[in-house]
C-alpha cells in the first residue's frame, strides 16, 4: 500500500457481477479533495477501499463531501515463516490432499456455493451489491485458480469426494491462501487442518519465504485454526464502500464540508443564474436541488454540464450536473432530488 495517488482501479469483474462502476484502491494514507475529484473523473458508484486499520477520519471526511460511506468489515492477515519452522504434510487420517483438474470444477463450484452461503463478506454490507451476485462470484472466482498460472487450488477428498478446498496464489516470495473452506458435514475432522498443511508444503517446494492468509476479524475459529499452525498476526485493514453512484445517479444528500451546511435547492439556483447566465424555468416540486462543493462556489465564469441521468431514475427527471471552471476542474456535483425545473441557457447578453 501507498500514499493516496490515482489510486482508484476500475474492477471489471465487480462492474460486470453487479451492473454498476465499482473501482478499487488499497491506500497507506489519503487525501480527501484528490479522492472525491478521482471519483468524479472516473464515474464511479462504488469505490472499494482499503487502508490499514485503526483511526481514520476517512469515512466523516469524504461522508462530509457526499458520497455515503460505509464500513464493510476489517481484514486480519496471517503469516507462517517457511524459513524458520518445520512443515508437517501428512493429512489426517482418511483425507487424501490433490490439485484440481478443469474436471473437477462442477463439483468445486458446488461447494463454494455452500460453504460461502450467507457469508458475512464485505459486499454484505453494502445495500447495493446483490447478496446472491455476491456469492456466485465467490464459486466462479474459486473455479478460475484450475489451471492457471501461478494459482492453484487443493482439493480435499475423502472417498473420492471433495470434502475441502484452499487456492493459492503466488507472488515473488509469497504464497498467499485467497478462498479455503469445508463442508459443513466434515468440520472437526482435520480435514481443514490437511489443506493447510498441504499448502505451507506447496509453498515450501516453491522455494518461497512465507505463506499469508486473511479472514474477517470476525472469524475467529479460523484464526485458532491458522494459530495451531503456525501462523501469527501481523496485519489488519479496513473495508470502505464509497457509494459515490455518479453512473447510476440514485440520489442521496450532500453538504458543502466549508461551510458544514445543506445547501437547499433556492441557493444553487440562485447560484447558477449570477455565476453561469442560466435562466430556471418551472419550480423545485417536492425536495431540494443538492449540490457538493468542492471549492467553494467562487464567481467567475463556469461550464455546466447538465444530463439526464441513465437507468432506473430516468423516467423521474431527475438530472445529474457537473460544474467546472475555465480549467475544466470539476467545482460542484448538482443532483436532482424530486423534480428539477428544468435549467436552459439564457440568451447572450
Not at 137 to 142: I, L, M, R, T
Not at 177 to 194: C, D, E, F, M
Amino acid at each position: 500500500m501507498t500514499p493516496y495517488g490515482a489510486a482508484l482501479k476500475y474492477s471489471a469483474l465487480d462492474s460486470e457481477r453487479f451492473g454498476l462502476r465499482v473501482f478499487r484502491a488499497s491506500v497507506a494514507s489519503f487525501d480527501s479533495t484528490e479522492f472525491v475529484r478521482d471519483l468524479i473523473a472516473a464515474d464511479c458508484d462504488v469505490a472499494i477501499v482499503r487502508m490499514p486499520a485503526g483511526p481514520s477520519s476517512f469515512a466523516q471526511e469524504i461522508t462530509a463531501m457526499g458520497f455515503p460511506v460505509v464500513h464493510a468489515d476489517t481484514l486480519v492477515y496471517y503469516e507462517c515463516s517457511l524459513v524458520e519452522r518445520a512443515i508437517a504434510v501428512t493429512p489426517s487420517e482418511g483425507v487424501l490432499i490433490d490439485r484440481a483438474l478443469p474436471g473437477d470444477s462442477e463439483e468445486l463450484s458446488a461447494l463454494v456455493d455452500l460453504v460461502f452461503q450467507d457469508y458475512p463478506s464485505h459486499y454484505a454490507a453494502n445495500e447495493h451489491f446483490d447478496p446472491a451476485l455476491a456469492a456466485a462470484g465467490y464459486a466462479d472466482w474459486a473455479v478460475g485458480f484450475i489451471d492457471s498460472a501461478n494459482r492453484h487450488v487443493l482439493l480435499a477428498r475423502i472417498q473420492d469426494r471433495i470434502v475441502g478446498f484452499l487456492t493459492l496464489e503466488v507472488r515473488e516470495q509469497t504464497v498467499e491462501i485467497v478462498l479455503n473452506g469445508v463442508h459443513p458435514a466434515w468440520t472437526g475432522r482435520g480435514v481443514y487442518g490437511s489443506l493447510v498443511r498441504a499448502a505451507k508444503s506447496y509453498a515450501g517446494r516453491e522455494g518461497v519465504a512465507r505463506i499469508i492468509v486473511s479472514t474477517q476479524i470476525s472469524n475467529i475459529a479460523v484464526q485458532r485454526a491458522w494459530t495451531r499452525e503456525g501462523f501469527r498476526l501481523y496485519a489488519a485493514y479496513d473495508t470502505f464502500h464509497v457509494n459515490a453512484l455518479l453512473r447510476t445517479g440514485i440520489p442521496f444528500r450532500v453538504y458543502n464540508w466549508e461551510t458544514q451546511r445543506h445547501i437547499s435547492g433556492n441557493d444553487i439556483l440562485h447560484a447558477l443564474q449570477e455565476c453561469l447566465g442560466f435562466d430556471a424555468e418551472g419550480s423545485l416540486q417536492g425536495s431540494s436541488l443538492d449540490v457538493v462543493v468542492l471549492n467553494g462556489m467562487i464567481p467567475g465564469k463556469f461550464d455546466l454540464v447538465m444530463r439526464s441521468v441513465p437507468g432506473a431514475l430516468a423516467q423521474s427527471q431527475y438530472l445529474v450536473g457537473c460544474l467546472r471552471d475555465a480549467k475544466h476542474a470539476t467545482v460542484a456535483i448538482v443532483r436532482a432530488v424530486g423534480k428539477l425545473a428544468t435549467l436552459t441557457e439564457a440568451p447572450p447578453k
